[in-house]
Structure formats: C-alpha cells, structure tokens
C-alpha cells in the first residue's frame, strides 16, 4: 500500500547515535592505562569547568564547591579513583579545577 506520509527519521537518528557510542566505549577501553587515566583526568576536569560555567550562566556566580554542583547541576565524579581540588576565590571569577589520579 502506497503512502505520501514522510516517514520519521529518528528511529535511524537514535540507531546511528547508539552505535556510536558504542565504537566510543569499545575504543576507549582498547586504550592502554595511562593514556586512559589521562583522557580521564581531561574529561573530568572539562566536566567540572562546563558545569560551573553552567552554573555561573544561570545564576550569575560560580558555585561555591564541588558538592553544589553535584547537589544541584547533576555533577558526578568518580571518588573513589580520582581526587578534584576545586578552589573558587571569588563567585565571579573562574575557579581553579585540578583532578589527581589515587
């Protein structure tokens, strides 16, 4: 039966964006150790840095601690294998963000 409706896209949409993340996780657990630690520790503290970005974008000041944004921005941070120093001087200056592997 023939149909003039244009059919939906986002079946496909959703179908190429899982299989890419999948080739994301399987070539990030191929890496090696330390390159992954590294790429980690990147990750982490772009994370950390976007999200107090966020926070000053909607509410005018960087947050005061890492515990803020993990209350009320949705951050996560892997504790149990990395450390993050988060320093906020001032609530309208950029905090300093540094991530340590244990």
Do not use: W
């Not at 059919?7 to 993340?21: I, M």
């Not at 503290?45 to 209350?71: F, S, T």
Request: glycine share 2%; hydrophobic share 45%.
């Amino acid at each position: 039966m023939y149909s003039d409706k244009k059919h939906s896209r986002l079946p496909l949409l959703l179908a190429l964006t899982a299989l890419a993340a999948v080739i994301v996780i399987v070539l990030l657990l191929a890496l090696p150790g330390p390159e992954r630690e590294e790429e980690s520790i990147a990750a982490i503290e772009d994370a950390v840095r976007r999200c107090a970005l966020q926070c000053y974008v909607v509410e005018g000041v960087y947050p005061p601690n890492l515990a803020y944004m993990e209350e009320n921005y949705g951050l996560q941070i892997n504790t149990r294998d990395f450390y993050v120093r988060y320093s906020a001087f001032s609530s309208n200056l950029p905090p300093a963000i540094r991530v340590l592997a244990h």
